[in-house]
């Protein structure tokens, strides 16, 4: 028989006292186990995708300081507003926590705070994946984005890449991001990439994204994985003289000009002179691709005669302008129509600004446009589709490696590149690698020929292409160029994959070094691989060779009479040995 026990109601009271003082004692050191980090305290540049970052600082703002006296007050104010700035770091979080304060109101009655106010966060995974991470968010004097139960990479236990996307239409004022004390934090610096510069009106700034990275031009940086400077000024996007000079202090990738839904009060020939002043004065200074866009809005035109003919004169002088500047000579001039852009009548949330529908309508028109003028196609396989990876951070850094090969072909621009995987970067040469396994050979046979070593442990041909696209071979002094990469797609991909994601990434690197002699080095041969790889590098010589590039394939002479691998040239099977490299070095070489 189980017995109840009854208690005084002041033991009852004392327990409760007791519970709530032990709580206390508990809860308070958990909170003080977090560790704040500020990207205004890094020690160096770390606020992304804005323009003048020397000048501006570490503030959360989109003009430098000297702007307010050259733009109009309302274009400043608005510079204020953070849209489409954001944070990039590594952790190995098990959680999240951000915290911040803005200083203006949190919504507007067509947009919700998390789109206004709020922040975004993305993580990067080991193989370049992309991820959307949810967070419980407070909007309270102090705006909080908590992410929990964070699993592990895959591939290792150091955490992702991710990335911080800012509020659309409120100033930081202050932003700190917390993880755990015995959490891993690193912030990552700005990237060095040449942006894409996009100005416009309240539909570029962000209106009425329901959240951050689901602006159109969030959505199309992230698309691109460029840099992107927001130049959205809501109301404000006028085609104006100053602004327009300031952009074309920028050396972009491309300039996008979105401004007409802010002109659609003025006449058509006042218009049509705007276009093309604008694209004039930026051809002063500038060859840089421009991309013009017409008014995709008045999605009440059909029922409306006002916005119907305000939509039908503006575009209509885009059109003419567009005409006009052909006709005068104006050479990477590109044009995307209202039909183009493709925004479906319920993209919007009103006659003008898009829903999350619509903003990914238009970022994917003008990302195909943009993949045409950067010449940086995606193909369907995913051989052929660019993307960054991080599967071995304990023996390096992707991203860091990647920088410190775009700054040493800057200071040292070379004869001859090799671009492959990890038996590429184990080898030797500049930059440095964690290991050199064939130091001498580099030094007897690569170094003299000027080769640097674009080698990244763990990279598949799409990694590569990524590299490609993001300027590891732009040195015009480059005229020699080896690509030796295709072993770690094997586990993951088919013959016919691999074959055409080398028939795609050799066509990359043709568009941007026409004149360089390319050389494709076969598969080596890999413990227990032996046979595919033979049969595999018959395929890819007869696609390399149709391109008119070199073919060699020195793994042969890796082999034993049987046609396995001769063990004595290898480290563990796949990596060849100082003795290996000697015996291919002169074959790898142009």
Not at 169 to 174: I, L
Not at 342 to 364: E, Y
Not at 392 to 421: C, F, Q, S
Not at 548 to 559: E, K, S
């Amino acid at each position: 028989m189980n017995s109840v026990i009854f208690l005084p109601r002041f033991t009852k009271a004392y327990l409760v006292i007791a519970f709530i003082f032990i709580s206390g004692i508990l809860f308070f050191p958990v909170q003080a186990q977090w560790k704040w980090n500020n990207p205004q305290k890094a020690g160096f540049k770390v606020i992304q995708n804005q323009a003048w970052t020397d000048e501006i600082g570490d503030t959360y703002n989109r003009l430098p300081d000297r702007a307010k006296t050259i733009v109009r007050p309302e274009v400043w104010r608005l510079s204020n507003n953070s849209a489409g700035l954001a944070v990039y770091f590594y952790s190995n979080a098990p959680e999240i926590l951000i915290r911040y304060k803005v200083n203006g109101s949190y919504s507007m009655p067509h947009m919700p705070a998390t789109g206004v106010s709020g922040v975004d966060l993305y993580s990067i995974d080991s193989d370049g994946r992309w991820n959307f991470n949810f967070g419980k968010y407070s909007f309270k004097d102090t705006i909080t984005y908590h992410y929990q139960n964070i699993p592990k990479d895959r591939h290792h236990d150091y955490g992702y890449e991710y990335r911080l996307y800012l509020p659309l239409y409120n100033q930081v004022e202050w932003l700190e991001i917390g993880v755990p004390e015995a959490a891993s934090f690193e912030f990552i610096p700005v990237l060095q990439d040449r942006p894409v510069v996009l100005y416009g009106t309240s539909i570029t700034q962000g209106a009425c994204a329901s959240r951050p990275a689901m602006a159109w031009s969030t959505i199309l940086q992230r698309a691109v994985d460029h840099p992107l400077v927001n130049l959205g000024f809501s109301g404000n996007g006028r085609l104006e003289k100053p602004v327009i000079d300031l952009i074309n202090e920028i050396d972009a990738s491309v300039y996008i000009l979105d401004c007409l839904p802010n002109l659609s009060g003025r006449s058509e020939d006042e218009v049509c002179r705007l276009v093309i002043d604008g694209v004039k004065q930026l051809r002063t200074k500038r060859t840089t691709p421009i991309l013009l866009l017409e008014h995709a809005g008045c999605f009440n035109a059909e029922t409306n005669t006002i916005s119907n003919n305000d939509l039908a004169r503006v575009n209509q002088a885009s059109q003419k302008a567009y005409e006009t500047l052909v006709q005068d000579g104006i050479k990477d001039l590109y044009y995307l129509s209202r039909d183009a852009l493709g925004i479906s009548r319920d993209g919007s949330v009103d006659n003008v600004h898009l829903s999350d529908l619509g903003m990914q309508q238009q970022a994917s028109a003008v990302e195909a446009v943009i993949r045409k003028i950067l010449k940086e196609f995606r193909g369907k396989v995913s051989t052929t589709i660019p993307v960054t990876q991080r599967r071995e951070p304990g023996t390096y850094e992707w991203m860091k490696r990647h920088n410190a090969i775009i700054d040493l072909n800057k200071k040292e621009p070379p004869k001859a590149v090799i671009i492959g995987n990890s038996i590429t970067h184990y080898w030797g040469g500049k930059p440095d690698g964690p290991i050199k396994s064939g130091a001498d050979s580099w030094e007897q046979v690569m170094a003299p020929a000027g080769y640097h070593n674009l080698g990244f442990g763990w990279d598949r041909i799409e990694n590569v292409l990524w590299r490609v696209y993001h300027g590891e071979i732009d040195c015009l002094s480059i005229r020699k160029i080896t690509v030796m990469i295709g072993t770690n797609n094997l586990g993951t991909n088919t013959d016919d994959d691999i074959v055409e994601g080398l028939d795609f990434l050799v066509s990359a690197i043709k568009e941007r070094r026409p004149g360089a002699t390319i050389k494709v080095i076969g598969i080596l041969p890999r413990r227990n691989d032996e046979q595919r790889i033979l049969f595999l590098n018959r395929k890819i010589k007869k696609v390399i060779l149709e391109k008119g590039c070199v073919f060699a394939d020195p793994g042969n002479r890796l082999l034993d009479k049987s046609g396995k691998i001769d063990e004595s040239f290898f480290r563990d099977g796949l990596h060849p040995n100082a003795k290996g490299y000697q015996v291919i070095a002169k074959d790898i070489s142009i």
